[in-house]
């Protein structure tokens, strides 16, 4: 004998309600390239961003509970190759001069500045002018970055022959490379100002082995890069940025991690319009 189940008018309400939940209750997931850039951005081994932008993400999500990121892990080189792919929507920290501009994006107004900077061992007699003429040194760099010595280059077949660039994938371990003291390795590194803070409050004893040049390689204006045709234009993200800069947090962790937020921060912006780079 065949049992049929009967609902009542209230049980059949609840199956609608438990199996399709309204769109309008769906968070927005936005998955977001992250790569080694100390101390900006890392994926640690839980597949978290760490540093500034896990802070930073955090925040977003909090004030925002319709917001879901998922972090996509890629490196500096390979960027480029996985945001084609459509592996990831948005990058944050981003300068509009790394590849991005002739891209199907949307770009931000500058959310944070920094500077890369030139680092050498502290030697009797060496100063400023050591800097003069990067290209006659062997200059320890980051496979994937760009400096402007080099015309924002990053391939580094290219580069090695060029220049006499000695690539690593850890600015710890070039500062390594300048304390050795072995110039045919490396005389000098690229790096940028928030990643020297950081490490010489962890070894201050290291403070006074370095010098460091005076004139930057460049300054940093770092953005939010947000694919066209994705779920949230860069703009959208920026504005989102406003509340927690108003109350103060955005700059307190900035500052936290030796960075500096872009003199009048922010800037309201109408949501459908997105900033020339």
Do not use: C
């Not at 189940?5 to 049980?11: E, L, N, S, V």
């Not at 002739?102 to 800097?131: C, H, W």
């Not at 062997?138 to 077949?157: C, E, M, Q």
């Amino acid at each position: 004998m065949t049992i049929r189940k009967r609902f009542t008018i209230p049980a059949v309400l609840a199956l609608l309600v438990l199996g399709w939940a309204p769109a309008s209750s769906a968070k927005t997931v936005i998955t977001v390239g992250v790569y080694y850039f100390p101390p900006i951005a890392e994926v640690d081994r839980h597949q978290h961003a760490t540093y500034l932008l896990g802070d930073l993400l955090h925040q977003i999500e909090a004030t925002n509970p319709n917001i879901d990121f998922r972090i996509v892990y890629t490196s500096p080189k390979r960027r480029y190759l996985d945001f084609e792919a459509g592996l990831y929507d948005v990058i944050f920290f981003e300068s509009a001069d790394w590849g991005w501009r002739d891209r199907n994006v949307t770009i931000s107004p500058p959310i944070m500045i920094d500077e890369e900077l030139y680092v050498a061992l502290k030697k009797p007699g060496r100063g400023q002018s050591f800097f003069d003429d990067i290209a006659s040194h062997r200059v320890a760099a980051l496979s994937g970055y760009h400096y402007r010595f080099s015309n924002f280059k990053i391939d580094t077949k290219q580069l090695e022959k060029e220049f006499n660039i000695e690539f690593s994938d850890s600015h710890s371990r070039n500062l390594q490379l300048i304390m050795a003291d072995r110039p045919s390795v490396a005389d000098i590194a690229a790096t940028n100002r928030a990643y020297l803070r950081t490490y010489f409050s962890e070894h201050p004893q290291s403070r006074d082995l370095f010098l460091i040049s005076e004139k930057p390689d460049y300054q940093l204006e770092l953005r939010i890069i947000a694919r066209k045709d994705g779920p949230v234009s860069a703009n959208d993200l920026y504005n989102m940025l406003i509340p927690i800069s108003e109350d103060g947090t955005y700059r307190s962790l900035a500052e936290k991690w030796g960075l500096e937020v872009p003199p009048g921060f922010p800037v309201k912006l109408p949501v459908s319009q997105e900033s020339a780079p």
